[in-house]
């Protein structure tokens, strides 16, 4: 059973590390024999798809294989349109998290010219802040995904989300579309400004917005007749919002309980904004309003489930909370009933198979599998209003296509190809064999990670040190994590990445026993890297003492 | 495997018949009969019957006839208004926003929680109806919304119609942050004392003042630019325009009659004094003024301005005319309004319907809603109670209470609904999300262990290998 683990690691240990050294070329392509799922028509069974300078070229069963192409042969291969994630972070690099309660947005060194804190300025783009590079990609694209909807998960007005292709050599050439919507979550500002509470953030929104739309009025009373009128100030910040006030730009609101949804929608009333909603953990609850109002849901397939572990004298979890596991694996299909149109979208899951085994749970819970395919690929594309370049296989259209072996629904199949904008690239084989080498390479082989490392974890406000005991078998790690916070722990899922290490391990805080994953880089004797808790992100670094 | 599919329709069944019993009501007539009826308005009734009609009440009497009607027998039993609660943070998803010493432009209103069991515990104590408020960190909080406690519906329903809009001011040790640290890297907020807080109201108003004008130059035409709309001093307005009623938190007499004065200085009249623990020090200045106040009728001494009350406020409050009401603040207490109105018998001896009244009728008036309910009178609300015995008692409890002629607490039916909530219970246990982590889909992960995992394959696997 090990072996089979093992193996099982290794294999996804190689995906990884041969991710960046992928060879991605953008040539002319036929996929032949291969059941294609067009999504916007009907399925061929039996046909080829040629692809041409980035974009498809044609599809059907009669197609002729032209003389140029690369055929690749797609007999017991399923051909889909390119996955979209319908709300991502991904190309973001993630800004470190600011101390609690320390100096205020404006004391910090600030670049911008907005008057309003960090957090409540939605002149901020995410096409702005894109890094290019492939790596970052790999496992999200290795998954089937071409495209995501991006937006840094922070503030209020989190900013312009951008539509990009998960390939291109610069960031111009990744996006597809710039600056779709404006994101909203209801959350406070940091460091004790206002905003403190959710009281606060939605007098914060709802100012704004006023605010806008006086300014909206004297721009363009400036604008008609400038004579004898003092210049009006120019406000990056509010002059974002006039489009969203106009209905031309959508607003899209992080909201997952009935009631996040029915705030959002109310405010979304009370300015006339177009609004979705993002998460929609509980929008059953209210598909008839959300249908009348014609919102659209990007739908998280990050499915509650339970994180407490086994306790005996622990309190029995609330009934609510119980109901509302076993009802939200139902909701994509309440929500196709009600005819409320929905994407999805990964939310916090950091684990591809966790998407495709909830997808696959949505679908044992009545949503047909071909409307779980469409909320991955074309009604993510309508939503976008991208539908006419991309999110089903038809000539003319964008060349992003996942190939699998296999049925995208079935547990055993596997990604054997992606194009992304017509650039294939191809899953790596299984290496020979793996070998002990040096960290950050990328040669396949996994890094030598195993050691006593010195670790110091810097939540927002404290430093606490560590020592994590890492002893490697091949691409697998095990060991323990000890502080004096708390007793030495096992580390669970430890495993070699492409350029260092990452294991998670459960502690336990006040009888909650809580799942933290660390996630590092390695450089030689060093290590960086982060700290997903539920608490929230933090940073870590640490040395490797020498042997 | 059979017989739990049986007793699970069985459940269904039990569950829908429930349902339609408690919750199906709203258009049919309720007939309560033969009960002890304390009208908090007409004084008790005997032996009385009470016909509901469209929620409203619609005949107080006896021998009532209404062959449609549901029948409520209360033979034995006593009848009071709903109780309303003047002074709580139940439903609220934040209470305090605590950055600035002005927080008008922040509302209840917008982080209503309808999910919140205060909600259902408060109407097994025979509440119908609350002041939900801003907190005390600041001299000016933020707008209060005033609710009927019914639980179960959307949101929109919870707001009592026609209530008139409110706000709520501090004084004391919270507002000048005399109990909090200041945040690393943050300097103390002003005001940090008594003078200050003040100073901050009055600035307040006087800025308010000057909104009002700046607006009314541009409504006549005087300016050509439409000034800007101020959330802050919007409210403001309309508490100087004795459109929205002010509720003050404070503790010391001084600086309780130290607002009063800023509000004549101003020329607007304070709705409510709430906590008001030294208020019967200063009874005839509130009297005068008609302000009311909303007490704990026996708290005290938890911090240093709150250790000059005494059990008697209540008695000398309403001894010199003032309207008094007995509030909970807190999701406990909420559930024992009746026996805080008991207490202000034993202590001065206020006369029992006086003493309801501080629960029901007077809450009412301090929030502007006593046409609409707080007694028993045709015509109003069927905001209603049904008590297993005198309400007085700590031994009586209330079997039914009903939000507009709709019962939203059945004291029988939530007895009978518990078994039906631990099977739900145990079978929702068993699913595989509300499993601990390390149990999760043991059984796939046990399957999948015998076949060979695919090749470099980050599409599948179950759900349950998430460990």
Redesign the interface.
């Known amino acids: 059973?090990n072996r089979?683990?093992s193996?099982?690691m290794l294999?996804?240990l190689?995906?990884l590390t041969l991710a960046s050294a992928m060879s991605a070329q953008v040539g002319s392509y036929a996929i032949t024999n291969a059941k294609i799922v067009t999504v916007s028509g009907s399925v061929i069974e039996k046909g080829t798809v040629v692809i041409r300078n980035g974009l498809i070229e044609s599809v059907g069963a009669g197609v002729k294989v032209p003389a140029d192409a690369k055929v690749l042969d797609g007999e017991g291969m399923t051909v889909y349109p390119g996955l979209i994630d319908a709300r991502s972070t991904l190309g973001i690099p993630q800004t470190p998290p600011r101390p609690?309660?320390?100096?205020?947005a404006q004391n910090q060194q600030d670049e911008s010219i907005s008057k309003y804190p960090e957090g409540l300025r939605p002149e901020v783009t995410a096409a702005s802040k894109i890094k290019a590079g492939e790596a970052q990609f790999a496992?999200q694209r290795?998954?089937?995904f071409t495209t995501v909807l991006t937006i840094e998960d922070d503030g209020i007005f989190n900013g312009q989300s951008a539509l990009i292709n998960l390939a291109g050599e610069s960031a111009a050439e990744m996006i597809v579309r710039p600056s779709w919507a404006q994101h909203v979550s209801f959350r406070t500002l940091r460091?004790?400004?206002?905003?403190?509470?959710?009281?606060?953030t939605?007098?914060a929104l709802?100012?704004m917005f006023?605010?806008a739309r006086?300014h909206a009025?004297?721009l363009d009373?400036y604008e008609k007749d400038p004579k004898g009128m003092k210049r009006p100030d120019r406000d990056i910040s509010l002059e974002a919002l006039i489009p969203l006030l106009k209905g031309d730009q959508p607003v899209v609101f992080t909201a997952n309980t009935?009631?996040e949804i029915?705030?959002a929608l109310d405010l979304a009333k009370e300015f006339g904004l177009k609004a979705y909603i993002s998460g929609g953990q509980e929008s059953w609850k209210l598909a008839g309003r959300l249908k009348e109002e014609n919102v659209p849901v990007l739908l998280s397939l990050d499915?509650?489930?339970?994180?407490?572990?086994?306790h005996k004298e622990a309190e029995?979890?609330p009934?609510?909370t119980?109901?509302l596991?076993?009802e939200v694996?139902k909701n994509p299909a309440r929500l196709k009933q009600a005819g409320v149109k929905f994407a999805f979208h990964t939310g916090e899951l950091k684990?591809?198979?966790?998407f495709?085994?909830?997808a696959?749970?949505a679908v044992a819970n009545g949503l047909s599998e071909a409307d779980a395919i469409r909320a991955m690929t074309l009604s993510a594309a309508e939503i976008f209003g991208v539908e006419k370049q991309t999110g089903s296989i038809e000539a003319g259209k964008i060349a992003n296509l996942v190939v699998?072996k296999g049925d995208?629904f079935?547990?055993?199949?596997?990604?054997s190809h992606v194009f992304v904008d017509g650039r294939e690239f191809e899953?790596?084989?299984?290496p020979e064999r793996p070998a002990g080498n040096a960290a950050g390479n990328t040669s396949g082989a996994p890094a030598n990670v195993a050691g006593t490392w010195n670790l110091t974890i810097e939540p927002p406000g404290q430093t606490i040190g560590a020592t994590l005991v890492v002893t490697q078998q091949g691409g697998m790690i095990t060991g323990s994590l000890s502080s004096p916070l708390f007793p030495s722990t096992p580390l669970?899922?430890g495993r070699v990445t492409a350029n260092g290490f990452g294991f998670t391990v459960?502690v336990d805080v006040g009888g909650t026993?809580l799942?933290v994953v660390f996630d590092g880089r390695v450089t030689g004797n060093e290590v960086e890297g982060t700290v997903d808790t539920p608490q929230g992100p933090a940073v870590f670094r640490g040395t490797r003492t020498p042997r | 495997m059979k017989r739990n599919w049986k007793s699970l329709l069985t459940g269904i069944a039990l569950a829908a018949m429930l349902a339609a019993g408690v919750f199906a009501q709203n258009g049919t007539d309720v007939l309560i009969r033969n009960a002890t009826v304390l009208t908090a308005a007409k004084g008790t009734l005997e032996n009385t019957d009470i016909l509901i009609t469209n929620g409203k009440i619609a005949r107080i009497g006896k021998n009532l006839r209404a062959p449609n009607a549901k029948v409520i027998d209360a033979t034995g039993k006593f009848v009071t208004p709903g109780l309303i609660d003047c002074h709580s943070h139940a439903m609220l998803d934040s209470i305090n926003e605590g950055s600035y010493a002005v927080t008008s432009m922040v509302r209840t209103s917008d982080v209503l929680d309808t999910t919140d069991v205060t909600i259902y515990r408060a109407l097994a104590g025979g509440v119908t109806a609350a002041n939900l408020l801003h907190g005390s960190a600041n001299p000016i909080g933020g707008l209060n919304t005033v609710v009927k406690f019914k639980y179960g519906r959307p949101m929109a329903e919870f707001v009592f119609p026609g209530a008139p809009p409110g706000i709520k001011f501090a004084l004391g040790e919270n507002v000048k942050r005399a109990n909090s640290n200041v945040q690393p890297g943050q300097s103390r907020r002003y005001p940090a004392t008594r003078m200050g807080t003040m100073e901050v109201i009055r600035d307040a108003f006087i800025r308010a003042k000057d909104y009002k004008r700046k607006w009314d130059d541009f409504k006549s035409g005087k300016t050509k630019i439409e000034p800007r709309r101020d959330l802050e001093l919007e409210p403001l307005v309309e508490v100087l325009e004795g459109k929205r009623l002010v509720h003050a938190h404070g503790y010391r007499s001084d600086e309780h009659l130290n607002l009063m004065l800023i509000a004549d200085e101003f020329g607007f009249k304070v709705a409510t004094l709430q906590h008001g623990l030294e208020a019967y020090k200063i009874a005839p200045e509130i009297a005068q003024r008609g302000t009311g106040v909303s007490i704990f009728v026996d708290y005290w001494g938890y911090k240093l301005e709150a250790y000059d009350t005494i059990p008697y406020n209540a008695y000398i409050l309403w001894k010199n005319g003032v309207v008094v009401s007995l509030n909970s603040d807190s999701g406990e207490r909420i559930r024992r309004l009746n026996l805080d109105a008991a207490k202000t018998m034993k202590y001065g001896g206020v006369p029992e319907e006086e003493a309801l009244k501080m629960v029901t009728l007077n809450p009412a008036k301090q929030l502007g809603v006593d046409k609409r309910t707080g007694s028993i009178e045709v015509g109003k609300d069927a905001d209603i109670v049904v008590w297993s015995g005198h309400p007085f008692s700590p031994y009586s409890h209330a079997e039914t209470t009903m939000v507009d002629g709709e019962v939203f607490f059945d004291r029988k039916q939530d007895l009978a609904r518990r078994e039906q909530l631990k099977a739900e219970r145990e079978r929702l246990e068993k699913l595989d999300a509300n499993l601990p982590p390390g149990k999760r889909g043991k059984k796939e992960a046990k399957e999948d262990d015998k076949e060979e995992k695919p090749e470099a394959t980050p599409v599948p696997t179950k759900g349950g290998n998430r460990k």
């Open positions: 059973m089979v683990i193996r099982a294999a996804v190689c995906v609690q309660g320390g100096p205020s496992s290795n998954a089937g460091g004790g400004n206002f905003p403190t509470s959710l009281m606060g939605f007098a709802r100012q006023l605010d006086r009025k004297i009373m009935e009631r029915v705030r499915f509650p489930k339970r994180t407490l572990s086994e029995p979890e009934l609510d119980l109901r596991r076993a694996p684990n591809m198979r966790e495709f085994a909830n696959r749970e699998v995208l079935d547990e055993k199949a596997s990604v899953q790596p084989k299984r669970r899922d459960t026993a799942d």
